[in-house]
Protein backbone atom coordinates (compact mmCIF):
# COMPACT_ATOMS: atom_id res chain seq x y z
CA UNK A 1 0.00 0.00 0.00
CA UNK A 2 1.68 2.84 -1.12
CA UNK A 3 2.10 6.01 1.13
CA UNK A 4 1.29 9.92 0.34
CA UNK A 5 2.87 10.51 -2.91
CA UNK A 6 4.48 13.90 -4.09
CA UNK A 7 6.26 15.36 -7.24
CA UNK A 8 8.76 16.24 -8.11
CA UNK A 9 10.78 15.83 -5.17
CA UNK A 10 12.83 19.13 -6.14
CA UNK A 11 11.82 21.88 -8.16
CA UNK A 12 13.50 24.88 -9.16
CA UNK A 13 12.23 27.74 -10.78
CA UNK A 14 13.32 31.43 -11.69
CA UNK A 15 11.23 34.21 -10.64
CA UNK A 16 8.23 35.02 -12.56
CA UNK A 17 7.68 31.62 -13.62
CA UNK A 18 5.03 28.98 -12.48
CA UNK A 19 5.59 26.20 -10.08
CA UNK A 20 3.72 22.90 -9.80
CA UNK A 21 3.41 20.80 -7.27
CA UNK A 22 1.56 17.33 -7.34
CA UNK A 23 0.42 15.09 -4.38
CA UNK A 24 -1.17 11.54 -4.84
CA UNK A 25 -2.77 10.66 -1.59
CA UNK A 26 -2.97 7.07 0.21
CA UNK A 27 -5.21 4.70 -1.69
CA UNK A 28 -8.65 5.04 -0.20
CA UNK A 29 -8.39 8.50 1.72
CA UNK A 30 -10.18 11.89 -0.02
CA UNK A 31 -8.89 14.13 1.95
CA UNK A 32 -5.73 16.10 1.26
CA UNK A 33 -4.39 19.30 3.23
CA UNK A 34 -1.11 21.00 1.78
CA UNK A 35 1.36 22.76 4.60
CA UNK A 36 4.32 25.01 3.97
CA UNK A 37 7.32 24.72 5.63
CA UNK A 38 10.01 27.98 5.37
CA UNK A 39 13.65 27.74 6.57
CA UNK A 40 13.71 27.19 10.53
CA UNK A 41 9.98 27.26 10.61
CA UNK A 42 7.37 24.74 11.63
CA UNK A 43 4.93 23.69 9.06
CA UNK A 44 1.96 25.78 8.48
CA UNK A 45 -1.69 25.17 7.40
CA UNK A 46 -2.25 26.27 3.82
CA UNK A 47 -5.70 24.84 2.40
CA UNK A 48 -7.76 21.76 2.81
CA UNK A 49 -9.10 19.72 0.09
CA UNK A 50 -12.10 17.02 -0.48
CA UNK A 51 -12.11 15.08 -3.95
CA UNK A 52 -13.55 18.67 -6.31
CA UNK A 53 -13.91 20.90 -3.26
CA UNK A 54 -12.05 22.94 -1.13
CA UNK A 55 -13.01 22.68 1.87
CA UNK A 56 -10.39 25.38 4.33
CA UNK A 57 -8.17 27.60 2.25
CA UNK A 58 -8.03 30.23 5.00
CA UNK A 59 -4.00 29.90 5.42
CA UNK A 60 -3.39 30.15 0.71
CA UNK A 61 -1.87 33.56 0.47
CA UNK A 62 -4.86 35.41 -1.36
CA UNK A 63 -2.55 35.99 -4.87
CA UNK A 64 -0.52 33.42 -6.90
CA UNK A 65 -1.54 30.24 -5.11
CA UNK A 66 -4.56 28.17 -6.14
CA UNK A 67 -4.89 24.14 -5.36
CA UNK A 68 -7.26 21.71 -6.90
CA UNK A 69 -8.49 17.99 -6.08
CA UNK A 70 -10.44 16.65 -9.17
CA UNK A 71 -11.99 13.93 -9.25
CA UNK A 72 -9.56 12.23 -10.96
CA UNK A 73 -5.80 12.59 -10.66
CA UNK A 74 -3.55 13.86 -8.16
CA UNK A 75 -4.19 17.15 -6.09
CA UNK A 76 -2.05 19.83 -7.75
CA UNK A 77 -0.69 22.97 -5.72
CA UNK A 78 0.22 25.75 -7.92
CA UNK A 79 2.31 28.73 -7.71
CA UNK A 80 1.83 31.57 -10.11
CA UNK A 81 4.68 34.50 -10.91
CA UNK A 82 7.04 32.67 -7.94
CA UNK A 83 8.98 34.91 -5.93
CA UNK A 84 11.82 34.31 -3.89
CA UNK A 85 9.82 34.32 -0.48
CA UNK A 86 8.04 30.97 -1.96
CA UNK A 87 11.24 28.96 -1.37
CA UNK A 88 9.78 26.41 1.55
CA UNK A 89 9.48 22.64 2.01
CA UNK A 90 5.71 22.12 0.54
CA UNK A 91 4.30 18.96 2.29
CA UNK A 92 0.76 17.07 1.41
CA UNK A 93 -1.04 15.03 3.95
CA UNK A 94 -3.68 12.64 3.38
CA UNK A 95 -6.55 11.46 5.81
CA UNK A 96 -9.50 8.89 5.23
CA UNK A 97 -13.01 9.98 5.50
CA UNK A 98 -14.41 11.33 8.62
CA UNK A 99 -15.72 8.44 10.53
CA UNK A 100 -13.57 5.69 9.35
CA UNK A 101 -10.70 6.79 11.50
CA UNK A 102 -10.48 6.69 15.31
CA UNK A 103 -7.65 9.33 15.10
CA UNK A 104 -7.20 12.32 13.53
CA UNK A 105 -3.72 11.19 12.25
CA UNK A 106 -2.44 12.74 8.72
CA UNK A 107 0.06 10.81 6.63
CA UNK A 108 2.28 12.84 4.65
CA UNK A 109 4.22 12.95 1.92
CA UNK A 110 8.02 13.42 1.58
CA UNK A 111 7.36 16.86 0.65
CA UNK A 112 8.80 19.32 -2.46
CA UNK A 113 11.79 21.66 -2.13
CA UNK A 114 11.25 24.37 -3.88
CA UNK A 115 13.80 27.06 -4.71
CA UNK A 116 13.16 30.30 -6.87
CA UNK A 117 16.59 31.73 -7.82
CA UNK B 1 -0.07 34.49 16.86
CA UNK B 2 1.31 31.40 17.69
CA UNK B 3 -0.82 28.71 18.85
CA UNK B 4 1.14 25.75 19.66
CA UNK B 5 4.48 26.63 20.83
CA UNK B 6 7.78 24.83 22.16
CA UNK B 7 10.14 26.50 23.14
CA UNK B 8 13.26 24.43 23.28
CA UNK B 9 14.77 24.08 19.77
CA UNK B 10 16.85 21.72 20.65
CA UNK B 11 17.64 18.81 23.04
CA UNK B 12 20.69 16.64 23.79
CA UNK B 13 20.48 13.07 25.58
CA UNK B 14 22.72 10.55 26.21
CA UNK B 15 21.38 7.30 25.08
CA UNK B 16 19.35 4.82 27.69
CA UNK B 17 18.15 8.08 29.04
CA UNK B 18 14.63 9.35 28.95
CA UNK B 19 14.10 12.01 26.70
CA UNK B 20 11.23 14.74 27.32
CA UNK B 21 10.10 17.16 25.01
CA UNK B 22 7.68 19.82 25.61
CA UNK B 23 4.56 21.67 23.89
CA UNK B 24 2.25 24.49 25.27
CA UNK B 25 -0.62 25.59 23.71
CA UNK B 26 -2.99 28.31 23.56
CA UNK B 27 -6.48 27.24 22.21
CA UNK B 28 -8.55 25.99 24.40
CA UNK B 29 -10.77 24.63 21.91
CA UNK B 30 -8.28 22.02 20.68
CA UNK B 31 -9.32 18.85 21.81
CA UNK B 32 -6.58 16.45 20.13
CA UNK B 33 -2.72 16.32 20.05
CA UNK B 34 -0.38 14.63 18.17
CA UNK B 35 3.56 14.38 17.84
CA UNK B 36 5.54 13.90 15.06
CA UNK B 37 9.06 12.99 13.81
CA UNK B 38 10.87 14.41 10.97
CA UNK B 39 14.09 13.43 9.58
CA UNK B 40 16.25 15.92 7.19
CA UNK B 41 14.75 16.05 3.82
CA UNK B 42 11.43 13.51 4.39
CA UNK B 43 8.36 13.86 5.64
CA UNK B 44 7.28 13.96 9.31
CA UNK B 45 6.25 11.04 10.69
CA UNK B 46 3.11 10.32 12.89
CA UNK B 47 3.87 9.01 16.20
CA UNK B 48 1.34 9.52 18.97
CA UNK B 49 -1.60 10.98 19.68
CA UNK B 50 -3.63 11.90 22.70
CA UNK B 51 -7.39 12.96 22.92
CA UNK B 52 -8.39 15.85 25.54
CA UNK B 53 -10.53 13.15 27.19
CA UNK B 54 -7.18 11.48 28.60
CA UNK B 55 -4.30 12.42 30.07
CA UNK B 56 -1.52 10.23 29.54
CA UNK B 57 -1.55 7.59 26.06
CA UNK B 58 1.61 5.24 25.97
CA UNK B 59 3.07 3.17 22.85
CA UNK B 60 5.82 1.48 23.58
CA UNK B 61 8.76 3.45 24.21
CA UNK B 62 6.49 6.43 23.68
CA UNK B 63 4.47 8.28 26.16
CA UNK B 64 2.58 11.41 25.98
CA UNK B 65 1.18 13.30 28.90
CA UNK B 66 -1.61 16.33 28.68
CA UNK B 67 -2.15 18.73 30.77
CA UNK B 68 -5.44 20.62 29.93
CA UNK B 69 -5.28 22.98 33.09
CA UNK B 70 -1.81 23.81 32.04
CA UNK B 71 -2.27 23.71 28.38
CA UNK B 72 1.02 21.70 28.21
CA UNK B 73 1.70 18.18 26.64
CA UNK B 74 4.89 16.49 26.88
CA UNK B 75 6.55 13.19 25.09
CA UNK B 76 8.19 10.69 27.01
CA UNK B 77 10.81 8.62 25.12
CA UNK B 78 12.23 6.06 27.37
CA UNK B 79 14.74 4.47 26.82
CA UNK B 80 16.35 7.36 24.11
CA UNK B 81 17.83 5.55 21.42
CA UNK B 82 20.54 7.16 18.61
CA UNK B 83 17.81 6.74 16.09
CA UNK B 84 15.27 9.07 17.78
CA UNK B 85 17.64 12.00 16.93
CA UNK B 86 15.05 14.05 14.67
CA UNK B 87 13.18 16.96 14.58
CA UNK B 88 10.11 16.42 17.04
CA UNK B 89 6.70 18.82 15.98
CA UNK B 90 3.98 19.00 18.64
CA UNK B 91 0.99 19.15 16.92
CA UNK B 92 -2.62 20.20 17.81
CA UNK B 93 -6.34 20.17 16.28
CA UNK B 94 -9.82 20.42 16.67
CA UNK B 95 -12.16 17.26 15.49
CA UNK B 96 -15.70 17.71 14.57
CA UNK B 97 -15.50 21.10 13.01
CA UNK B 98 -15.37 21.44 9.35
CA UNK B 99 -11.68 21.25 9.05
CA UNK B 100 -8.98 18.89 10.79
CA UNK B 101 -6.30 21.34 10.10
CA UNK B 102 -2.80 20.32 12.31
CA UNK B 103 -1.46 23.73 14.04
CA UNK B 104 1.66 22.94 14.47
CA UNK B 105 4.81 24.08 16.85
CA UNK B 106 8.04 25.23 15.27
CA UNK B 107 10.25 21.89 16.72
CA UNK B 108 12.35 20.26 19.33
CA UNK B 109 15.45 19.05 17.33
CA UNK B 110 16.80 16.18 19.72
CA UNK B 111 19.92 14.25 19.41
CA UNK B 112 20.62 11.26 21.35
CA UNK B 113 24.16 10.89 21.96
CA UNK B 114 25.56 6.81 21.55
Known amino acids: NAGVMQNPRHLVRRRGQEARLRCSPM?????VYWYRQLPEEGLKFMVY????????ESGMPKERFSAEFPKEGPSILRIQQVVRGDSAAYFC???????????????FGPGTRLTVL | DQQVKQNSPSLSVQEGRISILNCDYT??????FLWYKKYPAEGPTFLIS?????DKNEDGRFTVFLNKSAKHLSLHIVPSQPGDSAVYFC?????????????FGTGTLLAVQP
Open chain 1, 93 to 107: ASSPPAGTSGTNEQF
Open chain 1, 27 to 31: KGHSH
Open chain 1, 49 to 56: LQKENIID
Open chain 2, 27 to 32: NSMFDY
Open chain 2, 50 to 54: ISSIK
Open chain 2, 91 to 103: AATTRGGATNKLI
